[in-house]
């Protein structure tokens, strides 16, 4: 059985345990992934920073190749490029590449011819050729010559950002080449270039603190792996993201070319310090949610501990208390206010109610067994007047077998003196002879008369024991318990003639006297021994035993005289061990009130005694055990010997 406390606990702790699995479902599906979206848009802006760095560079070359454009050197330039030598050495040396990071400086004129062009390697500081840039002349449709001037406003019309070249990406601007009032019309071109390579990413790197990496996508530089990746870019979802297993974020995003097709695949590695930050916190919060809800729980066990559970723990225990002792003059005496203080008291009271519905319970029961203990008196004078009424006509026919009449006519005779003298040797030889026989007779009838009246003494006891209990006194007496049992064996064996052995243990004479009613004891031992010859009866035992014995148990409060009366008869089922005491139960196949070892119980329970049965099972006998006080602590035996009588 589950006490209180338990159940409690179990209640809290499910309340704790779904708090907690409420709390982690938050932290985990809502709190969680707020921080893994936080750290994606981080992704997004680290990985816009990058392009941005890529567009800024761009939009640098823009500025620079729009001053080389937009110049009236140059403007002269292009007209006469056989007389610019001047331009060339002031303008188009090597320190010119390496000292604006320029790869690459291509003057066109407007019918789409190289005036000037070089492509340095400024890592090997060496030319080169890129096919993409022909030596002579740029083919109509090239993408950087072939836009269309708008004469009204020719500095609007320009080209800058990303052209593919056989060397890898460059970043390139192209200007129409006017005066330096930005006025036409424009004679041709400039282009300036910066190939994109690790190098100069390496510099957006240092710039934006942002690790990317730049891949092409149509060249065999894609590693196989990213493949797939630029196919699931598109326009409305310009991110991808994966997680990398060394607890980094990768985005990927692609870069366009001056056309506007996607050329490039940016690769950037993020950190992933916002989700881990996001793990330590939700951690955090969670440890913290279940230290203090822990808290909370204990604070509100112990709270409900001393102001619920221990008081109805203390009243639970003090009402099993009760009903293991039976003693209903136990009393809670609680002080509080509350609902627990009322029951308390309440329950005071209907233990004193029950206290009081039960003496008078026990006096109604009590009462109500006279007619029975007087049909047993009955009974027992019938079982008295049995042997009584034997022995008397056992008497008369001893007297009866007395001559008395020839003993009578022979003494006239010898008084006449009229006989001879033959006759009167014969009558007096007769007189002998029958003065033997009733010396003898009278000797046996003293001895019938001595146990008649003995019987008769016996009879007019128990009718006078009746008589005082008829008129409500009950009177305590000093008594051999052995003379009781043996009395109570007398009274009932009458009914078992020859059937059931009774063995008297020498702890009866040793426990010595018993105070108590004489006539009520008498009867309890009785209907114990009858108990016991009854189930002797019904196992149709060969041989019947009872064994009656005696001791004195001491204990704490009291000695007590422990009386058993031991059968080797039927025995008693375990369930019925506590029930035979109960009014109406029977073990008995045939008709019984079963109100004798309920009334027995009861007498007991008013003499302060109880009784108790143990049984090893059905044919194995059984053992009624009575307890009763060694001394009286009601009633003070009067100095005569008498008694006191209890009302």
């Not at 990413?201 to 891949?215: C, G, L, S, Y």
């Amino acid at each position: 059985m589950k006490s209180l406390m338990s159940k409690v606990l179990i209640v809290l702790m499910s309340v704790f345990v779904l708090y907690t699995a409420a709390e982690y479902a938050i932290q985990r599906f809502i709190i969680f992934p707020s921080f893994i979206s936080l750290e994606q848009d981080e992704g997004r802006k680290d990985t816009m920073r990058a392009v941005q760095a890529i567009n800024r560079e761009a939009h640098h070359l823009d500025s620079l190749c729009n001053d080389w454009a937009a110049w009236d050197d140059s403007y002269e330039f292009v007209q006469a490029p056989s007389k610019g030598k001047a331009y060339i050495e002031a303008n188009l040396m090597l320190t010119t590449f390496t000292g604006s990071n320029l790869n690459l400086i291509y003057i066109v004129n407007s019918g789409g011819k190289v005036v000037w062009g070089q492509i340095h390697d400024l890592e090997a500081e060496k030319m080169i050729r890129i096919p993409e840039f022909p030596n002579d002349a740029f083919p109509k449709a090239h993408p950087l010559t072939s836009y269309i001037i708008n004469e009204e406003s020719p500095e609007k019309k320009r080209v800058a950002g990303v052209f593919m070249t056989g060397k890898g990406p460059m970043l390139v601007s192209a200007h129409p080449i006017l005066n330096s009032a930005y006025q036409g019309p424009s004679r041709g071109t400039i282009i300036l270039g910066r190939l994109l390579n690790e190098k100069l990413v390496n510099t957006f790197i240092e710039q934006t603190n942002v690790k990317f990496q730049v891949f092409p996508i149509h060249t065999t530089g894609l590693p196989e792996d990213l493949w797939d990746i630029p196919g699931r870019i598109t326009r409305e979802s310009p991110f991808l993201m994966n997680e990398s297993g060394d607890g980094n974020l990768i985005v990927y995003t692609t870069f366009p070319d001056i056309q506007g097709n996607a050329v490039l695949l940016l690769k950037t590695k993020i950190p992933r310090k916002i989700s881990e930050r996001g793990v330590v916190t939700t951690r955090v919060a969670l440890i913290s949610i279940i230290a203090s809800g822990g808290g909370i729980i204990l604070v509100i066990l112990l709270l409900l501990r001393r102001i619920v559970l221990k008081p109805l723990s203390d009243l639970t225990d003090h009402t099993l208390s009760i009903a293991e002792s039976g003693d209903l003059s136990a009393r809670t005496a609680a002080s509080r206010s509350d609902e627990i203080g009322v029951l308390s008291r309440e329950f005071d009271k209907m233990l004193a109610r029950l206290a009081d519905a039960q003496k008078k319970l026990m006096e109604q029961s009590y009462y109500s067994g006279k007619a029975e203990m007087a049909s047993g008196i009955l009974h027992n004078v019938r079982n008295s007047m049995s042997p009584l009424l034997g022995q008397l006509h056992q008497l008369d026919s001893t007297l009866r077998k007395i001559p008395f009449s020839q003993l009578e006519m022979a003494h006239n005779e010898l008084d006449e003196g009229t006989a001879s003298e033959q006759r009167r040797q014969d009558l007096i030889k007769f007189v002998l002879l029958s003065n033997k026989s009733l010396i003898s007779s009278a000797n046996d009838s003293q001895v019938t008369l001595g146990k008649i009246a003995e019987r008769i003494g016996h009879v007019e006891q128990i009718l006078d024991d009746h008589q005082q209990w008829g008129h409500g006194k009950l009177v305590e007496e000093t008594i051999p318990l052995e003379e009781l049992v043996r009395d109570a064996v007398l009274l009932m064996e009458e009914e078992f003639p020859g059937a059931i052995s009774t063995h008297f243990d020498p702890g009866l004479a040793e426990v010595g006297a018993v105070i108590v009613h004489r006539l009520s004891f008498l009867q309890v031992l009785g209907n114990l021994w009858r108990n016991a010859a009854e189930a002797i009866q019904r196992k149709r035992a060969p041989k019947g035993e009872i064994h009656i014995q005696a001791s004195i148990e001491n204990t704490d409060s009291q000695a007590l005289i422990h009386v058993q009366v031991r059968d080797n008869g039927v025995g008693i089922e375990a369930d019925n061990l506590r029930r035979i005491f109960e009014q109406g139960f029977s073990t008995k196949k045939e008709n019984a009130s079963g109100i004798g070892l309920h009334w027995c119980a009861n007498t007991l329970s008013v003499m302060r005694g109880r009784i108790y049965a143990e049984s090893d099972g059905p044919d194995k006998g059984a053992c009624l055990h009575l307890m009763i006080p060694a001394h009286s602590d009601r009633n003070q035996i009067g100095s005569d010997g008498a008694g006191t009588s209890i009302p």
